[in-house]
């Protein structure tokens, strides 16, 4: 017998939860507040020159205002599912959604470059706030195979919002025009985030607040710290180089701190930020190893694409952002069905969604090395849908498989962990593979580039076998449980 005890498989929602079709409802206004989140990463890209002619930012404040956001909303999860946890997930969410609304507003009216960048790293805070509530809500609103749907309608909403993120950036700046369209992208989540918050009010359930629970402020800072070596390394990557590795030290010592701190409070029972117990379930502890190991490769291989669609095709950033779609529609599309099949396939699913976008990738370099010059954008379209494919046949089915055995009464601090180590994974992806595809541009044209891409691929596929790897070992974990 297990020395521990282990939550039930398949908790179901909380009685005051709602129920039937308002449930879905309610799901939808989860996914709208979560689509505004995603979508102000991949819009703001456009944005930039645009923001860099009305404000006159240089490089490196244009670098800060993606950047800034990206850093903080991978800050918070953790903290963020503590707290929904502990106070309650809708008004945790409203809060999150609250913030948001203002601090979009304050983005939009940003004078200059400065405020812009500080208006961002508080609206990634608020972001951050948010998505551990939505994980959270899902399983305690869906129990069994309707879990695996919710979280495969999340999936969907999340590659139509990378999807669609450039496109509508591209159209709210042609609409207001180079000094107001910039704007826009900002202003368009103000009603968004107001009609969200009035829904959320009659439609989300509401968890009841513990109250009792002391805020872990020492093992949040500790955490925090670590989290922002590791993110501050990888957005620096490019301008300092190597030397940035430095960090690992301190990100070692701290985690190393942050793990006893947190082990003492879970063995005594004095309200950790984390319960490590939560690690005891193998499922758990699989998933987010997954996710690390996988995000690297599905975040830094659609970064590399539009650099070399731009630079080494010398397409333009909408004929860039028309060319990835393909990467995003395989992903959105693949994401809704692997939710349908999620809790009668399991594991398998998500190892076979690897391997997907492991062939995928694999043809991707083989058609940019190997393709004519002249039509490659359109060759591409079928490796990038199969890499899309791949990424949403796996990301909706780990977080589903990840969070089932988890008892709902944690959930947004299980959720809050998972998405931290999703966030690591992005920003390490986005430095190592960027950094592999730079480092192997030897001149200009298509076939330099696709070189590079191939380079970027295939230390993008060393991430994916490792991730393939976990996948198996808990696979065959899983079916030994079921044969003894």
Known sequence: MSEHPRPAPEPGPVPDGPAGRERWIALAVCCSALFMTLLDVSVTNVALPSIADATGAGSSQLQWVVSGYTLSFGLVPVLAGRLGDDHGRRLMFQVGVGGFVVTSALSGLAPNAEVLIAA????????????????GLIQQMFS??????????????????TALGPLVGGALIALGGPDLGWRLVFFVNVPVGIVVMLLSRRLLPVTPSTGSHRLDLLGSLTLGLATFSVLIAAIEYDAVGPLVLALAV??????????????RLTRTRKDPLIDLRLFRVPSYTSGVVLALLFF???AGLPLVMALYFQRGLGYTALQSALGVTAFA????????????VVHRVGRPLVVGAASTFAVGAVALALVARTGPTEHVGLLLFAPLFVMGAGSGGLITPNQAL??????????????????TAQRIGLAVGQAVIGATFLAAVAGPGASSYGTALTAAVAAALVFVAAAIGVGVLDLVRTRRRASS
Not at 413 to 419: D, E, I, R
Request: positive net charge; hydrophobic residues 45%.
């Open 144 to 161: 069994g195979r309707e879990r695996g749907r919710a979280f495969g309608v999340l999936g969907t909403n999340v590659g139509l919002a």
């Open 250 to 263: 301190p990100v070692l010592v701290l985690l190393g701190l942050f793990v006893r701190r947190e082990a």
């Open 296 to 298: 690297p490769a599905q």
């Open 402 to 419: 990840t969070l089932m055995e988890v008892d709902p009464v944690a959930g947004s601090t299980a959720g809050g962990v998972l998405q």
């Open 329 to 340: 529609l395989g992903s959105a599309t693949s994401a809704l069905l692997a939710g349908r």
């Open 120 to 135: 961002r790293v508080l609206q990634g805070v608020a972001g951050g706030l948010i998505n551990p509530q939505v994980s």
